[in-house]
Every structure is written in C-alpha cells, then in structure tokens.
C-alpha cells in the first residue's frame, strides 16, 4: 500500500515541478534542479526495491538422465521434453537450503572437466521440513541412476502436490 501513495506522490511532484517550472526558473534555477533529481531517485529506489514477477510455476521431473523443466499447462506449440531437460550426472551433487518454513532453494552441481563444482540447476522448491529427507533421497537415487519400480500407496509422495487446506 505505502508503494502506491510513494508512486502517486512521485506523479503528483512531477506534475508540481513540470507545470510551475516557469515560476521555478524565476524564483531560482536550483529549485526545479533538486526537484527533478530528488524525483528521479525516489523513482530509481521504487524501481529497483520493486517486487520482482516471481509468480511462475513449473513442474519438475527428475529422471535418471537429467532434470526436466515442464511448464505447469501444457501449450500446443511448447517445446518437447528434451528442449528443457538439463543433465546431470552421477557424480553430481546436490543441495537443499532452506529459505523459509515451507521454502527451499535447491542447487544440482555437476564437476567440470577440472573437477571444479558448477551449478546446472538452481530453483526454488516447495518443500516442508518434515519431507526434505525424502526428497533428497529421492532426487539422489534419481541422480545415480536408481528408480522405484513400485510406489507404496501407504506413503504420501515425496513432493507435495498441493499445499495442504487450512482448517476453517
């Protein structure tokens, strides 16, 4: 909220310096000058300090050759499966750090021909304490090359599919 009456204000101090710029220029040339710069800073910070779109989604699918990024609808003219998937190998590594309670930031790295560690994937997952083990595991055996052959109904899958309900 405070945003908009900053962006309003800004609006309105453009305006003020703009159209008494005439009266400005009589009074003092410095006048109009501080005004001019005071309003392209402000605008400057609102611009950078602005929130970022970060609302895409995607889908990821982690096979034993890579990790896949699928869009989260699929579109008629969207590239195939292979366009999008990033490999990985099984010398790779990977890690899970955590941003919030329900946020996670996972890196996959894979060493070059140097041994040196580079990032080939880096997102932020959706992922509560309570599954980081499991989803570790089950990206690891991805990553060496290890699949289940069978799901167990009685465990829930490793990453939730839909944020639980609240109560209420």
């Given at each position: 909220?405070?945003?908009?009456?900053?962006?309003?204000?800004?609006?309105?101090?453009?305006?003020?310096?703009?159209?008494?710029?005439?009266?400005?220029?009589?009074?003092?040339?410095?006048?109009?000058?501080?005004?001019?710069?005071?309003?392209?800073?402000?605008?400057?910070?609102?611009?950078?300090?602005?929130?970022?779109?970060?609302?895409?989604?995607?889908?990821?699918?982690?096979?034993?050759?890579?990790?896949?990024?699928?869009?989260?609808?699929?579109?008629?003219?969207?590239?195939?499966?292979?366009?999008?998937?990033?490999?990985?190998?099984?010398?790779?590594?990977?890690?899970?750090?955590?941003?919030?309670?329900?946020?996670?930031?996972?890196?996959?790295?894979?060493?070059?021909?140097?041994?040196v560690r580079q990032v080939v994937f880096d997102a932020g997952i959706r992922c509560p304490s309570e599954h980081v083990p499991r989803v570790t595991e089950t990206i690891q055996n991805a990553m060496m090359g290890r699949v289940a052959t069978t799901a167990d109904a009685s465990q829930p899958p490793?990453?939730?599919?839909?944020?639980?309900?609240?109560?209420?």
């Amino acid at each position: 909220m405070w945003r908009r009456v900053v962006w309003a204000s800004l609006c309105v101090g453009l305006f003020v310096v703009v159209q008494g710029l005439g009266l400005w220029i009589m009074i003092s040339w410095v006048i109009p000058v501080v005004g001019f710069v005071a309003i392209l800073c402000v605008g400057a910070y609102m611009v950078a300090t602005g929130p970022r779109e970060r609302r895409g989604t995607e889908r990821f699918m982690f096979t034993t050759a890579g990790v896949a990024r699928l869009p989260s609808k699929r579109e008629a003219n969207a590239p195939k499966l292979d366009a999008v998937l990033i490999p990985y190998s099984s010398r790779g590594t990977l890690r899970l750090d955590r941003v919030s309670d329900v946020w996670r930031r996972l890196r996959i790295y894979v060493p070059d021909s140097h041994g040196v560690r580079q990032v080939v994937f880096d997102a932020g997952i959706r992922c509560p304490s309570e599954h980081v083990p499991r989803v570790t595991e089950t990206i690891q055996n991805a990553m060496m090359g290890r699949v289940a052959t069978t799901a167990d109904a009685s465990q829930p899958p490793p990453i939730p599919l839909h944020p639980p309900l609240a109560p209420g």
